[in-house]
């Protein structure tokens, strides 16, 4: 993988913030064995810059959720409600200055994400100004309060890799090393990568790309709602393909 990274033009921070930093965007994701990966990063090579921030490529994300007792987010995601939210801290583990309490919020088929800059030491708290700073988004995007309480739920550590397309808005993560932590057990995502497509277009340029590579996309299941599913045994009808195909990724050689 390294010697195909290298491969890239870089992208600075600053500039991938201007090319690719949409308020509202269309998210689409994919789930892959990681045997296809060094497919997929050739792939994409011609058409996309790498991130990389002084000499570091693959960075180290540590994210913690927020939901009620009853898994109140994870259930709205599972029925495919049209409004919904998604509240966790994020800490850049290369970067220990850097700590966001993010809050992400689904009206119909697109996704609004709020970020808020916090202390490493709150990482993994709902202090009284992140709870007011989601009251408020909540309040300007669906006309009403934000009335759950909501404590963390889960912890989901993972490897990301970064790629922004160089003509057109979109930015493409690819997360692996991916292990989920709840209250008392924990879960590796063994052998699995997770691709999301971030993009203010209908049609993402990576789509079409990955199409001929025979992978399509896995819908709107979350890496939250999978750890919620692996970690809870928590209500997945609706993903229940998902689950399969993500257990034979789990069993299969690497």
């Not at 994020?90 to 919020?105: G, I, M, Q, S, W």
Request: with cysteine.
């Amino acid at each position: 993988m390294d010697k195909i990274l290298r491969q890239y033009d870089s992208l600075s921070l600053a500039a991938l913030k201007k090319r690719s930093n949409f308020l509202k965007r269309k998210e689409t994701k994919y789930l892959i064995h990681q045997k296809k990966l060094p497919d997929v990063l050739k792939l994409f090579l011609d058409d996309y810059d790498l991130l990389e921030i002084d000499g570091v490529s693959v960075f180290t994300y540590d994210s913690c959720y927020f939901d009620t007792d009853h898994l109140r987010s994870h259930h709205q995601h599972h029925q495919g409600k049209r409004h919904r939210a998604k509240m966790r801290t994020r800490a850049y583990v290369n970067d220990p200055d850097l700590t966001y309490f993010e809050v992400k919020l689904k009206k119909w088929t697109k996704t609004f994400k709020y970020r808020l800059p916090v202390a490493r030491h709150n990482h993994g708290k709902l202090t009284d100004t992140m709870f007011n700073f989601l009251s408020e988004k909540y309040q300007q995007q669906y006309n009403k309060p934000f009335a759950q309480k909501i404590s963390n739920s889960l912890r989901i550590q993972y490897q990301r890799i970064t790629l922004v397309h160089k003509q057109n808005h979109e930015r493409v993560t690819i997360d692996f090393a991916i292990n989920f932590y709840g209250k008392t057990w924990s879960h590796p995502l063994t052998n699995a990568i997770i691709i999301e497509s971030k993009s203010d277009m209908n049609h993402s340029p990576s789509k079409y790309l990955l199409k001929t590579l025979w992978i399509r996309t896995i819908g709107t299941c979350s890496k939250y709602c999978l750890a919620s599913i692996m970690l809870y045994k928590s209500k997945h009808n609706r993903f229940k393909q998902l689950i399969k195909y993500t257990n034979r990724i789990k069993k299969s050689p690497a």
